[in-house]
């Protein structure tokens, strides 16, 4: 009897060397695991979505291997709202382990244009909130969360009308000539049409015209749009609905005061 308390006892103190030894090294291991997301990444796509790409680089140099990581995104706006999600599992990371994934959130332009066309014509930001969380040497759970921005950039950036001038176009109607220029702060080249139609102040349209613009990605735009327009409909004092139609994106009207 007293022989199996003696092997019971053994035993217990074994498994218990077993475990904190175990634990020690699990702890210990921790200072050789490199975990950290690159820069952020935007991008606009031809399906007219927006996506945030991270980088997830992964350096597994401890004595075990890494299990269930998963990263989850919640990307808002300027007021807080949430416009996307992303979720990345990566069942497992093998000891000695070097690696790089990438985390990537989508939402649709124009879902985001629906809500604030702010983003059209001013530079911002994008609020991300990351949750990280891992099993240490496949058991021991692990936590942590950080925010962090993404810069947006606006492919219509100080928008502006210049000075009209007139020319006559026949007896009847006149050519409007609209000085327009912007920056293209977008990540891409912004090729499409704007159109521009012309009310007097009773609400009547005057006249209409568009036309093509092409801007490569961080260049200052500048053209103009010819309107014909009856000369008898001219007021003083008018207003222009002017639509955007790209190939991320279409949007209108943008309601522009002159005179």
Same mark, same amino acid.
């Given at each position: 009897?007293?022989?199996?308390?003696?092997?019971?006892?053994?035993?217990?103190?074994?498994?218990?060397?077993?475990?904190v030894a $175990?634990?020690?090294? %699990?702890v210990? =291991? @921790? !200072?050789?695991?490199?975990?950290?997301?690159?820069e952020?990444?935007? #991008?606009? &796509?031809?399906?007219?979505?927006?996506?945030?790409?991270?980088?997830?680089?992964i350096?597994n140099?401890?004595?075990?291997?890494?299990?269930?990581?998963?990263?989850?995104?919640?990307?808002t706006?300027?007021?807080?709202?949430?416009?996307?999600?992303g979720?990345?599992?990566?069942?497992?990371?093998?000891k000695?382990?070097?690696?790089?994934?990438?985390?990537?959130?989508?939402?649709?332009?124009?879902?985001?244009?629906?809500?604030?066309?702010?983003?059209?014509?001013?530079?911002?930001? $994008?609020?991300?909130? %990351?949750?990280? =969380? @891992? !099993?240490?040497?496949?058991i021991?759970?692990?936590?942590?969360?950080? #925010?962090? &921005?993404?810069?947006?950039?606006?492919?219509?950036?100080?928008?502006r009308?210049?000075?009209?001038?007139?020319?006559?176009?026949?007896?009847?109607?006149?050519?409007?000539?609209?000085?327009?220029?912007?920056?293209?702060?977008?990540?891409?080249?912004?090729?499409?049409?704007?159109?521009?139609?012309?009310?007097?102040?009773?609400?009547?349209?005057?006249?209409?015209g568009?036309?093509?613009?092409?801007a490569?990605r961080?260049?200052?735009?500048?053209?103009?749009?010819?309107?014909y327009?009856?000369a008898?409909?001219?007021?003083?004092? @008018?207003?222009?609905?002017?639509?955007?139609?790209?190939?991320?994106?279409?949007?209108?009207?943008?309601?522009?005061?002159?005179?």
């Open positions: 009897m007293d022989f199996s308390i003696r092997i019971v006892g053994a035993a217990s103190t074994v498994l218990w060397i077993f475990l $175990f634990f020690v090294l %699990a210990y =291991s @921790v !200072k050789d695991l490199h975990l950290s997301l690159g952020p990444r935007l #991008n606009l &796509t031809a399906d007219r979505c927006v996506v945030i790409s991270v980088p997830i680089n350096e140099k401890g004595y075990y291997n890494l299990r269930d990581f998963n990263l989850t995104t919640k990307v706006d300027l007021n807080g709202t949430k416009i996307a999600e979720f990345t599992l990566l069942t497992n990371i093998g000695g382990c070097e690696l790089i994934a990438f985390h990537n959130m989508s939402f649709s332009m124009d879902v985001l244009l629906e809500r604030a066309a702010y983003y059209l014509f001013n530079d911002s930001s $994008f609020t991300i909130n %990351a949750v990280i =969380s @891992v !099993k240490l040497a496949e021991i759970p692990v936590k942590a969360s950080s #925010n962090f &921005t993404v810069p947006w950039g606006a492919p219509f950036y100080n928008f009308l210049g000075r009209l001038t007139y020319e006559p176009a026949n007896q009847t109607h006149l050519k409007v000539f609209v000085p327009i220029s912007f920056e293209n702060h977008a990540p891409v080249e912004i090729n499409g049409e704007i159109k521009f139609f012309m009310y007097n102040d009773e609400g009547t349209l005057a006249g209409q568009e036309s093509s613009i092409a490569p961080g260049t200052l735009y500048t053209g103009f749009i010819v309107l327009v009856q008898s409909k001219i007021t003083q004092k @008018v207003f222009f609905n002017v639509y955007f139609s790209t190939q991320f994106f279409s949007y209108g009207p943008l309601v522009i005061p002159y005179g």
